[in-house]
Each structure stands twice: as C-alpha cells, then as structure tokens.
C-alpha cells in the first residue's frame, strides 16, 4: 500500500480542512442529526489531524450541503450524472463560505460524488471517508441494492406510499439501533415524516439521482488523497461486501462496525466520530 493512502496530504499550515459531509438518494443535510455538532465538537477538542490541541480559530467547519433536488433545493433539478452533482455541491459549499482543502465524509450515494470529486479536482480534498459506499466495476447490482430494497425505491417512483409508510420503510432497511415500533423510532419517523412534506423530493428528481448511480463508474485506480472506508455489518440496503470489494480494489484501510445498518452515522455515531479520530 502507498504511503499517499496513509494518511492525508499535509494541509497547509494552521489549516487542517474542512469536513464536508455528503448524503445518499434523496436525503438532506436534516437526516444527519447531531451528528454535525457531535464532530464539530470532536475537532474543537483539537483531536483532528494534530498530537497538541487546536487553537479555537483553526477548528475545521463541518458542513453539510444539500444536492440540488433534496431538502432545501427540493424545487431544484438534480443532475443526472454524478459529474454534475460534483460540480452542483463544489458550488454550494463555496457559497457556505468555506474554502479547500476538504475532508469529505459520504455515505451511500455521497460517497460517489465523493470518489468523482477526487478524480476531477484531486487539489481540493485531503481525505474520503466512505460510508456503505458500493460502486461499479467491482460490485453487481444486486449487491450494490439489495432486492429487498428495490420494490421501496420502485414504490417512491411509480405508486408513491403515504408518507408514513415510506419513511417506516426507509427506517427498516437503513438502520439497525432504531426500531419503527418504539417510542424513540416513532419520534424519529414522525421527524421524518414532517420534513418530507415540507421537502417533498419529486419522482424526476428521485430518477434522476437513481440514474446517475446507476451509471457511474469508480477509476480503477485510487485517488491521490487518503481513502477510508467504513462499512456497517448489519446493512440491510448495500451488501457490506460492496466496501470490501472497494477498499481491496483500491488498497485502502477498511473499517467493519459490527452490528450498524446502512445509516451508520444514525446508528453510532460516537462509534464513526472515533474512527475518523483514528484514522487522522
């Protein structure tokens, strides 16, 4: 393994990148959480990218943009092609003020626009973190979406499901800590619930974010920066083969929670937050 996969590429001084945080088909930057404010505390604490702790004024941001199409940006068209998505997200993250170099922490669908960032603009980033990432040459399609995974996303866009029922779904097969029955998961669907509605994601939308996961391709070879990747053992969305496949493919540190679904940021964060302090 070279010694570039290690670890990040010196920052410069006093600088220590921003976190840029990226999400899957259809979420937005609501969908993380906490878990924002819980890594930003991490880097304030100076635990990030340095042995003696960090001056206040040289903490990284943690951002987390929405793709056009999600969230705030529902009304907005998504690209159809993940290049597109890259060049949506650099746009956005310059109007959040923050500057390269990035840390990018993707999951699911983010971590292409991930890999596709680092092959289009290597000088930006410092390291990928990816998070139940499954990419084409190296994983079939019924490992990269589970089949019991496809009549939800085939129902979202041809005979669309209250609600309710969809966001209960989506919580069935991304996560493994929060149940649909109990007091906690009800409260967290009905979160949910409400943020569809007042974000409605549009069918076009949803296809055309399905569209360019479907076919995009990672580059054979790894990217110039560190790469990490995490995989949660209890995924019900992506086979976790998929992140092995990659993480071999590309000679890169592969990191198996043992128990967390595709949402894994949902399920642990703590869990995530230190590996991220321990591979920086």
């Known amino acids: 393994m070279s010694s570039v996969q290690n670890r990040a590429t010196d920052p410069p001084a006093g600088h220590w990148g921003h976190w840029v945080l990226l999400r899957g088909l259809t979420r937005d930057r609501r969908h993380w959480g906490d878990f924002p404010l819980q890594l930003q505390q991490a880097l304030q604490q100076g635990r990030v990218g340095s042995a003696s702790p960090q001056r206040s004024?040289?903490?990284?941001?943690?951002?987390?943009?929405?793709?056009?199409?999600?969230?705030?940006?529902?009304?907005?068209?998504?690209?159809?092609?993940?290049?597109?998505?890259?060049?949506?997200?650099?746009?956005?993250?310059a109007r959040l003020g923050a500057q390269p170099?990035?840390?990018?922490?993707?999951?699911?669908?983010?971590?292409?626009?991930?890999?596709?960032w680092a092959r289009l603009y290597p000088q930006e980033l410092l390291s990928l973190h990816l998070v139940n990432t499954s990419v084409r040459p190296w994983s079939p399609l019924w490992h990269r979406l589970r089949?019991?995974?496809?009549?939800?996303?085939?129902?979202?866009l041809l005979r669309p499901m209250d609600a309710?029922?969809?966001?209960?779904?989506v919580l069935t097969l991304t996560s493994r800590r929060w149940s649909a029955g109990s007091v906690e998961g009800q409260a967290l669907l009905a979160q949910w619930v409400q943020w569809q509605r007042d974000c409605p994601v549009q069918a076009g939308n949803v296809l055309r974010q399905l569209w360019a996961a479907a076919r995009f391709r990672a580059p054979v070879s790894p990217p110039a920066c560190a790469v990490f990747v995490q995989a949660g053992q209890g995924?019900?969305?992506?086979?976790p083969a998929c992140s092995q496949a990659l993480?071999?493919?590309?000679?890169?540190?592969?990191?198996?929670?043992?128990?967390?679904?595709?949402?894994?940021?949902?399920d642990?964060?703590?869990?995530?937050i230190q590996r991220l302090l321990l591979d920086l």
């Open 57 to 93: 004024d040289d903490a990284p941001e943690v951002l987390t943009p929405d793709l056009a199409g999600n969230g705030a940006r529902w009304a907005e068209r998504s690209p159809s092609a993940v290049a597109g998505m890259v060049e949506d997200l650099r746009q956005e993250v």
């Open 101 to 116: 170099p990035y840390r990018l922490l993707a999951l699911s669908l983010g971590g292409m626009v991930a890999i596709e």
């Open 147 to 156: 089949p019991q995974a496809w009549p939800t996303v085939l129902g979202a």
């Open 164 to 169: 309710r029922g969809l966001q209960r779904r």
């Open 235 to 239: 995924d019900a969305l992506v086979n």
């Open 247 to 266: 993480a071999q493919a590309w000679g890169v540190p592969l990191w198996r929670h043992p128990w967390a679904g595709h949402d894994l940021p949902l």
């Open 268 to 272: 642990d964060p703590q869990g995530l």
